[in-house]
């Protein structure tokens, strides 16, 4: 499973991003996105969401288990064998999440 760089960049540093609000029920895509405000700070948000965001993450997490839904966990994010972030994971199935996607 490929990551765009953009997400591993926003793990690592705040980016300036540009949001547009997209009916995550017309899409079949999984994306990604920093939901928290914009500019420095000591915490992000990333929003994973779509058909593949729970293999998404558990590849982040180094192919660990991820938590029961609802329930925060910590993790260590990872890629290519390279220690990201440690990271509370949530998740939400759909569709008993706020879009109806897996969240």
């Excluded at 760089?5 to 980016?15: D, E, G, I, N, Y």
């Excluded at 500019?39 to 938590?67: N, Q, T």
Aim: hydrophobic share 45%; with cysteine.
């Amino acid at each position: 499973l490929m990551f765009p760089m953009m997400f591993v960049s926003l793990l690592r540093r705040p980016q300036p991003v540009h949001h547009r609000w997209v009916s995550m029920s017309m899409s079949a895509e999984t994306i990604y996105a920093l939901s928290s405000g914009r500019g420095v700070a000591g915490v992000a948000v990333i929003r994973i969401s779509g058909p593949r965001a729970f293999e998404s993450l558990e590849a982040l997490c180094g192919g660990r288990s991820l938590p029961p839904p609802r329930v925060a966990s910590l993790r260590t994010l990872r890629w290519r064998n390279e220690t990201l972030d440690s990271a509370l994971v949530l998740r939400f199935e759909g569709p008993k999440s706020f879009t109806g996607d897996d969240v």
